[in-house]
């Protein structure tokens, strides 16, 4: 009976809050359209000029959606159809057979040679720079490959890679093939790039990005670099005061007695957390994680019929708070240049401190006192963001059991929270 009455509880939860939950799962699904003026070269070297959708992709794609005007349907573009695209001051892509590395970069993974395991593949690299020599970009998931073009307008991979490799002493040790430092030096034949700068080049976008500006403005005094530049992560740093609106109820259950039930009523309360917000530098920086200690607290007291034990009342007093420590993901919808909306999907871990339910009868002694610990929940959260500085959220916790260590008592704690932020840096 008493498995029978929790699950009926839990049913009854998940049936009040299901439209906030849909509510929630229908705004997170809900995704801007950015379509750009940009344009595609077939491989009949036809030029369609058009608005691409930009995704700011990640990992580099093999298609991408593209319209002729605002109101036209939406079209998709494949990379077997297409040499080249571009979204005008965004970002360049062009169709390469190239040689891709494929190695893991994974340490419990890696390979035990020196040289590459390519395999051909039919890729859009992203351009980097642009120039008389090119550096472009290939990215799937954890892997990273840089190319060059050639002078018969090959794209030749940029060798780095990461093995294995056993000691005198035949155990693994890492080792690195830095083959690209060699490439490079055979194909940069200018007094600007030195030996020394080969020596220290780090195999990353941004280290070989500045020398092949500087190879280019080496060969070419009127070059200018004119190439985009990729999104950076970003790191915020937020203090947030907030409103909280938080109840309580406690319910004792006993084969032996009749149900025993003491809502504590609902009670304003006041917080503050410090939230960090990392950034992601890809898909237009819509996506970041973030972590926000903070502390909350709630008191309530309340004296009810108690028929039970002598003086025929009891007196419940709870004090309840926690440093709660909200983790999770957060997702933005660009409203313009400064306004943007954001929603949170977190997981909250609570850290209880020194807390208690406390029953007394009239005259003052204890009848029943209640250690409260608790297990973390869950949090929802919508919010409007002005100039990537000022801030203001509701944010919506799934209900908490005060009492999960105590078998016969059910409680529930709720909360809904007003949350003000300002960004520090």
């Known amino acids: ?139 799937d998931g954890n892997l990273l490959r840089f190319f060059y ?70 060969s070419d005094s009127s070059y200018e670099d004119k ?23 406690m319910t004792y259950n006993s084969s032996i007695s009749s149900e025993k039930n003491y809502d504590m009523g609902n009670k304003m309360t006041f917080g503050i957390g410090l939230e960090a917000e990392y950034v992601f530098p890809f898909n237009r920086n819509k996506w970041a994680i973030i972590a926000e200690p903070n502390y909350q607290y709630f008191k309530s007291e309340n004296t009810f019929d108690a028929d039970y034990i002598s003086g025929g009342k009891i007196n419940a007093k709870i004090d309840y708070s926690s440093i709660d420590i909200p983790v999770g993901i957060r997702h933005y919808m660009f409203l313009d240049n400064k306004s943007k909306l954001f929603i949170n999907v977190q997981y909250v871990l609570n850290f209880v401190m020194n807390s208690k339910i406390e029953l007394t009868r009239t005259d003052g002694s204890d009848y029943n006192s209640l250690k409260i610990r608790t297990k973390p929940n869950v949090a929802f959260g919508f919010g409007y963001n002005y100039n990537n500085k000022y801030g203001v959220e509701a944010r919506v916790f799934t209900k908490r059991d005060l009492t999960y260590d105590y078998f016969l008592w059910q409680s529930n704690y709720e909360n809904i929270s007003l949350i003000f932020s300002y960004n520090l840096f």
């Open 149 to 218: 073009q050639t002078e018969n307008g090959d794209y030749e991979p940029l060798i780095y890679k990461v093995y294995e490799k056993k000691d005198e002493k035949e155990l693994p040790k890492l080792s690195y093939n830095e083959e690209y430092k060699k490439q490079l030096e055979k194909i940069m034949d200018c007094s600007a790039v030195t030996t020394s700068d080969l020596q220290k080049l780090k195999y990353s976008e941004k280290y070989l990005s500045e020398l092949f500006i500087k190879y280019n403005k080496c």
């Open 1 to 139: 009976m008493k498995f029978i009455k929790i699950t009926s509880i839990k049913l009854k939860l998940m049936k009040k809050n299901f439209p906030f939950l849909m509510l929630f799962i229908s705004i997170f699904s809900f995704s801007q359209i950015h379509f750009e003026k940009g344009y595609f070269i077939t491989n009949s070297g036809e030029k369609t000029e058009c608005l691409i959708r930009n995704n700011d992709w990640k990992n580099n794609p093999l298609f991408f959606d593209y319209k002729a005007d605002e109101n036209a349907d939406v079209k998709k573009a494949y990379i077997k159809d297409v040499q080249l695209f571009e979204i005008y001051n965004q970002a360049k892509y062009v169709r390469a057979n190239a040689k891709i590395d494929t190695s893991s970069n994974n340490l419990n993974d890696l390979s035990k040679t020196k040289d590459p395991e390519f395999t051909e593949q039919q890729v859009f690299l992203k351009e980097l720079i642009d120039g008389d020599m090119h550096l472009y970009k290939y990215s």
């Open 227 to 249: 190439t985009v530049k990729t999104k950076k992560d970003k790191f915020n740093l937020y203090i947030r005061p907030r409103i909280n609106s938080a109840s309580a109820d």
